[in-house]
Each structure stands twice: as structure tokens, then as C-alpha cells.
């Protein structure tokens, strides 16, 4: 298992500044994801981070908007810049369990983004 | 990736078994079917995976009909601590790069 911490847990931020969000993991892994949830909304996968490389971003997601940085195999961050309305959501950090048939994925408790 | 359909609600009484099922007609044959949920304020939980058959742990039943178009997760006697978000998820970890895919997933909404 892994044990994922996100800081902020929360936060209230003005349109057109920045926010950065840390995803802390208690041990290794190669690839951590980061993921959106709308108000009300599903889980989207916004990019995948993979230490030592540039992070791969899903259709409807560009670096610009959300930069990753991945320093290390245990920490990551994702910034979301120039806020609108639009970005209030929930970002949720996730790490794999690994392996092909353990498909089991550990997620942070999630950073609740309110932009005014 | 093969996409899945689940109800988008469902009530049910404490005590009472409940049973969510997921259609994903298109599954291919290295898929996995994984369930997770999702409490109001936390990130989604695994629950439990299977392949086909059936699958038990200590938290959930998980049957497959032998042409694995369709899962159904079945929670035994829930209480109002299982009100949540169920999410049925279809896909090969290994070939997906670990990613997720997720539907829309079902609200279990536990009644006194």
C-alpha cells in the first residue's frame, strides 16, 4: 500500500493567480497521476508524472494551464495558473499499485480548489 | 478503453444487500474489472477486482458472467457508512501505464 499526503487540503484563491498543490507518497514509485473532479462530477486524468522526464498530459490539458514538476521518486507537485471559476474542483494525487493484474491505485485525500 | 455504464443512484436500507451493476460491453480480453469508492472529502478507495467468476474479500462480492460484458458488486448487509460513490472501472493496468479511466459511478445513498 502507499499513503499519500496532498497539501492544501483546501484553499480559496483569486481569479488570474496560481496555485501550487504537493502530493507527498511514503515510498517510491515510478509514475504518479494527477486527476480532477469537477463539483458533482467524476474523476479525470489530467497527466501522468514520471520522475526524470516531462509529464504527459491527457486531451483537454496542456502544460501551460496545469505544470507538473516530479523532483523525486516520492514527491510531485501540479500547479494550476492563471485560476478562473472554471478550475474549481477537487485535484486528487494517485499513485499505481503496481504490476499487471493489481490494478489497486492509492489516492490522496484531495485538494478542494474555490476560485472567486 | 472500454467503457462502462452504471445506474447513477440508487437508495437502499441499512441492513439490506445491495447490488450495483456495471455494464461494459466492450471489454477486451487483458481487462480487469475494479471497483472503487468514494466518500464525500476523500479520495476513492479500492475495493475490490476481478477477471471472471467471482470474487470475495472481506468488504465485497464481485460476480462476472462468463462473458464478462457485465459486472455486479455486491456490498452484504450495508449501514449508513456505506453511503458513497461506487465506480466501476474496465481496463489492463499494464498496458494503460497505470492510469484510470473513470465512469460516472453510482451514488449509494444507505437509509436508516
Known amino acids: 500500500s502507499a499513503v499519500i499526503s496532498q497539501k492544501p487540503s483546501r484553499d480559496i484563491c483569486q481569479r488570474g493567480t496560481s496555485l501550487t498543490i504537493q502530493c507527498q507518497v511514503d515510498?517510491?514509485?515510478?509514475?504518479m497521476f494527477w486527476y480532477r473532479q469537477q463539483p458533482g462530477q467524476s474523476l479525470t486524468l489530467i497527466a501522468t508524472?514520471?520522475?526524470?522526464?516531462?509529464?504527459?498530459?491527457e486531451s483537454g490539458f496542456v502544460i501551460d494551464k496545469f505544470p507538473i514538476s516530479r523532483p523525486n521518486l516520492t514527491f510531485s507537485t501540479l500547479t494550476v495558473s492563471n485560476m478562473s471559476p472554471e478550475d474549481s474542483s477537487i485535484y486528487l494525487c494517485?499513485?499505481?499499485?503496481?504490476?499487471?493484474?493489481?490494478?489497486?491505485?492509492?489516492f490522496g485525500q484531495g485538494t478542494r480548489l474555490t476560485v472567486v | 478503453l472500454a467503457k462502462t455504464t452504471q445506474p447513477i443512484s440508487m437508495d437502499s436500507y441499512e441492513g439490506q444487500e445491495v447490488n450495483i451493476t456495471c455494464s461494459h460491453n466492450?471489454?477486451?480480453?487483458?481487462?480487469?474489472i475494479t471497483w472503487y469508492q468514494q466518500f464525500p472529502s476523500q479520495g476513492p478507495r479500492f475495493i475490490i477486482q476481478?477477471?471472471?467468476t467471482k470474487v470475495t474479500n472481506e468488504v465485497a462480492s464481485l460476480f462476472i458472467p462468463a462473458d464478462r460484458k457485465s459486472s455486479t458488486l455486491s456490498l452484504p448487509r450495508v449501514s449508513l457508512s456505506d453511503t458513497a460513490v461506487y465506480y466501476c472501472?474496465?481496463?489492463?493496468?499494464?498496458?494503460?501505464?497505470?492510469?484510470?479511466?473513470f465512469g460516472q459511478g453510482t451514488e449509494l445513498s444507505v437509509k436508516p
Open positions: 472501472l474496465v481496463g489492463d493496468a499494464y498496458n494503460q501505464g497505470g492510469k484510470l479511466i
Open positions: 515510498s517510491q514509485v515510478t509514475m
Open positions: 476481478g477477471y471472471k
Open positions: 466492450n471489454i477486451a480480453t487483458n481487462d480487469y
Open positions: 508524472a514520471n520522475q526524470g522526464s516531462e509529464a504527459t498530459y
Open positions: 494517485s499513485v499505481a499499485g503496481g504490476g499487471r493484474v493489481n490494478t489497486e491505485a492509492f
